[in-house]
């Protein structure tokens, strides 16, 4: 009876938050999409239907909150001329029959949001709006949530995983691209569904189904993050292998990376869609003249780039703990979205020494060793890719946000016994050394 109450409780927050935008922004058919997605969570998700509901919610509820920041700003929804504006010109072209651009990298993305669109005309909604592909975004962050409880429950207790899965809902950085029209967020869920579909390999074919479905969709959408998979399979395996055993592993990890990257930047090359024109160069320049400040990676980088392979090594560390600086330092204007994402971002920074000293304890536990390593992986192999390609926006590693917050609550497994001026000690400290490597590489 608890649950059901959960459930319908949740469904009813949903429409009354979906009316809330369908109010704002003028536009009834907003209601199909809180119709339509809940009830595809449900058959998806049955057993976690309660958490899907809470983390669509927590979504749609952030919606206006990340948009008002460019309306009030340009009287756009979007950063004029940037992708997210692009990426919805065009599905709107494809949906209507114009496929123009409907090719290389971004056709499987670009098919999935088209579709949904072409299915609410087949409904005879006929709605355009940009909200619509907003609230699938939505969607695709919370069934990646989800996943993450799933994964969660495996290694905390059930207060832990759901303490911490209420954590990454509200994340800021993870809410910024649930909310928006970038394609990073449907990738996100398939990187959870591949780790958890992994974890219970052994249950049955069922799972090898999954983790080749996952695999799809990762290349299909964000080509770049199969590496990750792939670094969280062999760190995994090799972590129960003996010294010289891993040495020779490693080895051919290092190798398979470096080809994986040729292959990446050539591939790129190959197919030639590296991006999209410039629809609004006047605006889009204003904004990204503000010192950079939508893009506040980019300049540091930028300067670190100059000093080779030592410029190198220190961006594989700037890409760990991008975006770096907080991006509100950068910012002129009064925009709500830097100001969200800067909480977000110092969150993570006064938690990098309770994650590092997490996850050194987590190497030795029987329980988390494996899948530490396996963690250690991806974050080791997407800082890198980035260092050696491009250290782009923190979008590009949105999938290690919720593996950083899992260690939080493990770090209190491990050192209760510290008291809170010590660590308090630590926070203070990761803080001035952040703010003395920001004044140095400024």
């Keep these: 009876m608890k649950e059901v109450f959960i459930k319908v409780t949740g469904l009813v927050l949903t429409l009354f938050c979906v009316f809330y935008v369908s109010f704002i922004t003028n536009d009834s058919t907003i209601f199909a999409s809180a119709l339509i997605l809940p009830l595809l969570g449900y058959f998806i ?15 749609a509820s952030f919606i206006y909150v990340f948009t008002s920041s460019y309306i009030l700003d340009t009287n756009d929804i979007f950063i004029p001329g940037g992708d997210a504006e692009n990426f919805y010109i065009k599905i709107i072209q494809i949906a209507s029959g114009d496929y123009t651009f409907y090719f290389g990298r971004y056709k499987l993305f670009l098919t999935i949001v ?30 990646g949530n989800v996943y993450i409880l799933k994964i969660l429950r495996t290694i905390l207790n059930n207060r832990q995983s759901i303490n911490t899965f209420l954590i990454i809902c509200f994340f800021p950085i993870i809410l910024k691209y649930s ?41 299909g959408i964000r080509l770049e993050w ?37 292959m ?11 991006g999209f024109e410039n629809y ?46 907080p991006p509100i330092i950068r910012i002129n204007n009064s925009v709500i979205e830097p100001l969200l994402v800067s909480i977000g971002a110092i969150y993570f920074y006064l938690n990098i020494p309770i994650i590092y000293l997490s996850i050194k304890k987590s190497l030795k536990s029987a329980k988390l060793k494996k899948i530490t390593y396996g963690f250690l992986g991806m974050i080791i192999s997407t800082c890198l890719l980035l260092a050696f390609t491009t250290v782009g926006s923190y979008r590009h590693k949105l999938f290690l946000f919720p593996i950083f ?38």
Aim: glycine residues 4%; positive net charge; charged residues 15%.
């Design 280 to 325: 609004n160069s006047e605006k889009f320049s204003r904004i990204m003249n503000d010192e950079d400040s939508l893009r506040s990676e980019y300049s540091i980088a930028s300067k670190l780039m100059k000093f080779g392979v030592i410029g190198r090594i220190m961006l594989f560390f700037f890409a760990l703990i991008s975006p770096f600086p």
């Design 45 to 59: 998700l049955k057993k976690d239907f309660s958490f899907f509901l809470l983390s669509f919610l927590i979504n």
């Design 226 to 262: 199969v590496l990750a998979l792939f670094s969280f399979t062999l760190f995994y395996i090799i972590s129960g292998l003996d010294l010289v055993k891993k040495t020779k592993m490693l080895f051919l990890i290092a190798l398979g990376s470096i080809f994986f990257v040729f």
């Design 179 to 219: 909310t928006g029209t970038l394609r990073e967020i449907y990738a996100y869920p398939f990187i959870f569904i591949y780790i958890y579909n992994f974890l219970k390999i052994k249950e049955g074919k069922k799972r090898y189904l999954a983790l080749a479905m996952s695999v799809f969709f990762i290349l």
């Design 114 to 143: 088209s579709s949904y669109y072409s299915f609410l005309n087949f409904l005879s909604i006929g709605s355009n709006s940009p909200y619509h592909f907003m609230l699938l975004s939505c969607f695709f962050g919370a069934v």
């Design 264 to 274: 990446v930047i050539n591939f790129v090359d190959f197919i030639g869609f590296d």
């Design 405 to 442: 917050l899992i260690y939080i609550p493990i770090f209190n497994n491990y050192y209760s016994n510290l008291t809170k001026k010590q660590i308090y000690g630590i926070m203070f400290f990761i803080v001035l050394v952040l703010l003395i490597s920001y004044l140095t590489l400024k």
